[in-house]
């Protein structure tokens, strides 16, 4: 049973718009949320975190936003470049419960 | 820093044969957690150790699986004997502060049992 839902595989966005990648999950207990990104042959990277008493924290381009009434979080990237084409990963404690992830695909 | 290592990086094997998996964690995370990637269920956490103790293995798929951390920079994940289905990419990561604290992972094992 996935705690932990990416449900749109992939998405491709054009450089300098905005990407919104999206997660929902079931377990009202998780307090704690992390994005990672990951690129081919390589182990996922840290890129943002969320704790459930806030609702929005920005790191420069990167902005997750959360909304535990509707148990769903969301990435945005703005503006989106050709580098953070990667696949990326939503995760939820307890148990650092991931996602599926989802295929971001940055053209020009 | 080297971050965390894996080893080998890839790793072909027949079915039956025992595959052993190894992980060196940063220097003084205290966690070590081990997952497997597959396309169908992602990144699923196997088991992770708190100062060398395993805490959680309720991951582990079975019996054939088992895990083991004698020291603060060594971890082994042992699959005896294989099977077809264990083909995946096997991660291992570190952090300071266990599970509510970035993942540090490292690049990955990719097994494949034939």
């Known amino acids: 049973d996935q705690q932990v839902k990416q449900n749109s595989p992939s998405l491709s966005v054009q450089e300098g718009r905005i990407s919104i990648l999206n997660c929902d999950y079931t377990?009202?207990?998780?307090?704690?949320f992390l994005w990672y990104k990951k690129y081919p042959a390589e182990g996922p990277t840290f890129l943002i975190s969320?704790?459930?008493?806030?609702d929005k924290n920005e790191d420069g381009r990167f902005t997750v936003f959360l909304n535990k009434s509707a148990k769903h979080l969301s990435l945005h990237i703005v503006p989106s470049q050709p580098g953070d084409s990667a696949v990326y990963f939503c995760?939820?404690?307890?148990?650092?419960?991931f996602g599926t992830g989802t295929r971001l695909q940055v053209t020009l | 820093d080297a971050g965390v290592i894996q080893s080998p990086r890839h790793e072909v094997t027949e079915m039956g044969q025992e595959v052993t998996l190894r992980c060196k964690p940063i220097?003084?995370?205290?966690?070590l957690f081990w997952y497997r990637q597959t396309m169908m269920r992602g990144l699923e956490l196997l088991i992770y150790?708190?100062?060398?103790?395993?805490?959680?293995d309720s991951g582990m798929p079975e019996d054939r699986f088992s895990a083991k951390m004698p020291n603060a920079s060594f971890s082994t994940l042992k699959i005896q004997p294989s099977e077809p289905r264990d083909s995946a990419v096997y991660f291992c990561a570190s952090s300071l502060h266990g599970v509510n604290s970035p993942l540090h992972f490292g690049n990955g094992t990719r097994l494949t049992v034939t």
């Open positions: 969320i704790s459930s008493i806030k």
């Open positions: 220097s003084g995370h205290d966690y």
């Open positions: 150790f708190n100062n060398n103790v395993p805490i959680d």
């Open positions: 377990n009202s207990m998780f307090d704690y």
């Open positions: 995760a939820a404690t307890s148990k650092l419960t």
